[in-house]
């Protein structure tokens, strides 16, 4: 192994939240899909969204859509597409519920992230979809229909 990667892997070793451990692993040392969902489950609420600084710049321990988009990320980089698993269960049931979804879009900032340290383009006045893009909503989207049927969820979403 060359010098730079044993530094980076002391680095991780001895600095990485558990999450980031796990996937460090998964990728570079043949560790487990499970040890990283483990990992994840740690960030998820009891409504199914994500929080808890999942997304490192924004520790708010409140569900997000940008937190929960974070997690989704995370199952597809480990392969893990059972809609029968209970992470992706409950993420579902959250997008569901219609928790921080403006009309169309989900939102980009929430107001509660303001409560709690985060970096400033997580600061809002207001829960927002103000960034003019389509993060997290193309992606929150495009899990939904790839995990559920697909022509009725994203028919249901495109009509929202």
């Not at 939240?17 to 043949?30: K, L, S, T, V």
């Not at 740690?42 to 999942?54: K, M, R, S, T, V």
């Not at 392969?79 to 992470?87: F, N, Y």
């Amino acid at each position: 192994m060359n010098n730079t990667y044993e530094k980076a892997r002391a680095f991780i070793y001895r600095n990485a939240r558990p999450i980031d451990f796990a996937r460090f692993q998964y990728h570079f040392e043949n560790g487990s899909k499970e040890a990283v969902l483990n990992a994840l489950a740690a960030y998820q609420n009891h409504d199914g969204g994500f929080g808890h600084a999942l997304e490192a710049d924004a520790w708010n321990p409140n569900s997000s859509p940008i937190q929960t988009w974070t997690a989704t990320e995370i199952l597809r980089e480990v392969g893990c597409t059972d809609i029968a698993h209970p992470i992706i269960q409950s993420i579902l049931r959250y997008l569901a519920s219609g928790a921080d979804f403006e009309g169309h879009f989900w939102c980009t900032t929430v107001r509660s992230n303001n409560d709690f340290p985060h970096a400033p383009w997580w600061h809002t006045e207001s829960d927002s979809t103000c960034h003019n893009d389509y993060n997290p909503t193309a992606c929150l989207r495009g899990l939904s229909c790839d995990l559920q049927n697909v022509e009725a969820t994203c028919t249901n979403s495109a009509n929202a």
